[in-house]
C-alpha cells in the first residue's frame, strides 16, 4: 500500500521550499492597551476574533524595513546569499510609487536582480508563492526571495474598533528554489481566485486615481484601510473553503490526509469554519493569531515558523495553505514540509533558531 504522505516518484520541475525568515517589530500591543483607548474590551476582541495581542511597527519603521529583516533570515535558513529574483507581497508598500521590493533586494545586497510587489491584499503571499513558482518554471530565476510584509499600523483608522484590534505588523519570507516535484517542500500546484464584484469589502478609498482622477483634493479620512467585517467573514469562509476543495480535489488528497492546515490569520472562527467544511479536525488548523493579530500578506511565513517552532510542523506532514483577503482575492496551495531550519524573530518568544 503506498504511503499517503509520500509522494510518489515524480520528475517534473517544481518550486521548492529551501529557507524560512520571519520578523516582529519590538513593540507589542494588548487587547488592554487597545481597550484603553478605544471603545472595546480584551473579552470582546478575545471572543470575537481570537486575537489577545499583535505587534506594532515604533514611528519611522516602514515595510521595506521589517521586509529586510525577514529576507535575510529566510537567506541565512537556506544557506544561500544570491537570488535571481525578489517578489514581495504588500498592501502597505513604503511609497505608493516605486515598489518597495528594489529597495529591499539593494538592502539586502542582491545586486540588479529583478524586484516587484505584489498588491492581493492578504491572499498576497500565496500571489506571490504562485509568481515565484511561476518564474523559475518559466527559466526565468532558479532561485526567488518571496516576501511578505506589512505595517498596517500606519493605515488603521485608530478611532476605528473595526478595524484597529484586528490588525498587527510583521514579515515573512521563504526561499524558493528549482527542483522536483516529489521533494519535500515542493509547491504542488496553486488555486487562485478574484472577485471584484465586491472591491468595496476592503479598501482604502482615497489616495489613488479613482478619487484624483475626480478632482477630488486629497482627503486624509479617506486614506484609512475600511471593512465590512459581517460581510468579510462570510466571504472569507467560503472563499477558502472552495478554492483548498478544488486544490485537494487536483492534488487527490483527501481533507483528512492533510495534516496541518495553514489558513490566512483573520479570525480563529474562520479558521474552525474551514477546517470544518474541509473535514479537517479543528487541532490540525495552525492558529498563531493569538499572538500576532492579521498580519494580511506576512500572516502565513509568520503562523508557518512559529508552528515549526512550537514542534507543532514536522518534516513529512502535509501541508495546506490558503488565504482570502480584499479584492476580493483568494489562494490556495501545498506542499510536504520539508527539513529546514525556520529563522524566526519575535520579541517576546525564544527564539528557536541553530545556524
Ligand atoms: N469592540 C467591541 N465591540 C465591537 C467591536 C470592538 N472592537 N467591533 C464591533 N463591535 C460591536 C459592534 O458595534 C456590534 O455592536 P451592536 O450589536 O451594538 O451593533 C457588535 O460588536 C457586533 O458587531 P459585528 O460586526 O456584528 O461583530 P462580528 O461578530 O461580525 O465580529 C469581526 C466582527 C470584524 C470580528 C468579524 O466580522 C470578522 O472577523 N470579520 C472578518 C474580518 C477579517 O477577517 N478580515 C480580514 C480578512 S482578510
Redesign the pocket.
Known sequence: MTDPHRPEADARPAAVLRGLGTFLPPRVVTNHE??ER????DE??RT??GIRERYWVEPGTATGDLAVEAGARALKSAGVDTVDAVVLATTTPDHPCPATAPWVAARLGLGRVPAYDIAA???GFVYALANAAGLILAGVADRVLVIGAETYSSILDPAD???????GDGAGAVVLEAGRADEPGALLGFDLGSDGGQHDL?AIPGGGSRQRSGGNPPDPAGSYFT?Q?????V??VTSMGGSSRALLERLGWAGDTVDRLVG?Q??V??LHAVADDLGIDRERAIVNLDRVG?T?AASIPLALADAAAAGDLRPGERVLLT????GLAWGSTALVWPDINPNRHHPTRPERWTP
Open positions: 487597545l481597550s478605544m471603545d472595546t474590551s470582546w476582541i470575537r476574533t491584499v492578504c491572499a474598533r473595526n478595524t484597529a484590534v484586528i490588525f476592503i471593512m467585517g459581517k460581510r468579510v467573514f466571504q472569507a490566512h483573520a479570525n472562527r474562520i492579521n494580511s488565504a482570502f483577503g480584499g
